[in-house]
């Protein structure tokens, strides 16, 4: 197992633990499955090196019913949950497979597509680790 995968793994089990169900696969309009009230995609978008310095960019994109009652405020409170999350649990949580982790920048809500049922949550982030290799 690669350090890389060490990193995912360990991500995918703390917001499966804390936050929602998850998948680690590329984010594709409504996959959410059915019977999942939240689900959270995470996705590496970029990898990039600077000597032994290493930086993996991830998207989360949590989808969530758009229906449900007070959903725009559903959706403000898991922000603020999954940010909390981020800034006290998540390099703990890491198990030291990363240095860090860190919003790239706000974290954007995108209102129901034409025809959705759903509405995302999208978390851009950088993880940065130490290749050991």
Not at 30 to 39: H, L, P, T, Y
Not at 85 to 95: C, E, G, I, P, R
Not at 100 to 113: A, D, F, G, R, V
Request: charged share 30%; glycine share 2%; net charge neutral.
């Amino acid at each position: 197992m690669t350090q890389l995968d060490k990193i995912f793994d360990s991500l995918d089990t703390l917001l499966k633990k804390s936050v929602a169900e998850t998948k680690l696969e590329f984010y594709v309009f409504s996959n959410r499955e059915s019977e999942v009230k939240e689900q959270i995609n995470i996705q590496p978008t970029e990898i990039s090196r600077d000597g032994n310095t290493c930086y993996v960019d991830v998207v989360l994109i949590l989808t969530r019913d758009a229906k449900a009652e007070k959903a725009p405020l559903a959706l403000a409170n898991k922000i603020v949950e999954i940010n909390e999350l981020f800034a006290h649990k998540v390099n703990k949580a890491l198990d030291g497979h990363a240095t860090s982790i860190s919003h790239k920048e706000p974290t954007k809500i995108l209102n129901p597509e034409p025809g959705s049922k759903e509405t995302q949550a999208v978390f851009n982030l950088r993880i940065t680790y130490i290749n050991k290799s």
